[in-house]
């Protein structure tokens, strides 16, 4: 698991802070882990993370080479809200095994499991990558970054977008992708023969059709324009199919 920073939000309007800038509905934190996104104006991904109730705060699960930025997005989002954002020393065990006093389950998808916030970091012996690929659960830093849209990157699935809560930053883009535009691009599950470097352009018809992203028995996360992604297709060595 990649380095995990936990930040704490205090404060009279912490929730009402989170509730305009973040994809997802805070007011779910009482029942669970909340998985949301922080956008840019123009509905571009920033940072995904997770969201814990811990009494009146709000605990920020983020991926630790996220956390500096997102502090100080947040803190220039801040103005006169009574809300204070400090790092904490916590850390995070996942697993999917039976769950332990006090975690909870991952929002995304149920084979995911449980995440405890605590003073111990850790995971069981699951194989993290064959869930994520199976799932086409994008991780920041690789299938995710600062130009994708959290649509294309299968957000709504994994339950990190509510089109019901009202307005948040880069709300309008999202909302128009939803309704008014089909999805042309977007991360998709393939079959994969060899293996190829995270990244590499995947090719059909002597056309750039995608890349391709995490890989592990026999599957992979690609990136694909749908209307190209046709017949076999490959990267650098490997060879790829996809059934839409």
Known sequence: MRARKILRLSGA??????????TSDINKIDQGLVYAALLTPQGKYLADFFLAADGDDVLLDADGDQAEALIKRLTMYRL??????????LQVQRGTGPAPAGALADPRHA???WR????????????????HVAHCIPRSGIELGPDSYILESGFEDLNGVDFRKGCYVGQEVTARMKHKTELRKGLRVVEISGSAPVGSDITASGKTVG????????QAIAYL??????????????KLHWKP
Do not use: H, N, P, Y
């Not at 890349?211 to 026999?218: A, C, E, H, L, Y």
């Open 13 to 22: 309007d912490a929730r009402d802070f989170l509730q305009g800038l973040i």
């Open 80 to 89: 006169r809200a009574k809300v204070e954002i400090t790092a904490t020393d």
């Open 116 to 131: 405890l916030i605590g003073a111990e970091a850790g995971e069981d012996d699951s194989d993290w990558e064959a869930l």
């Open 211 to 218: 890349t391709v992203f995490t890989q592990s028995k026999g």
């Open 111 to 113: 084979d995911l499991g």
């Open 225 to 238: 324009r749908f209307d190209r992604a046709k017949g076999e297709m490959t990267a650098g060595e490997a």
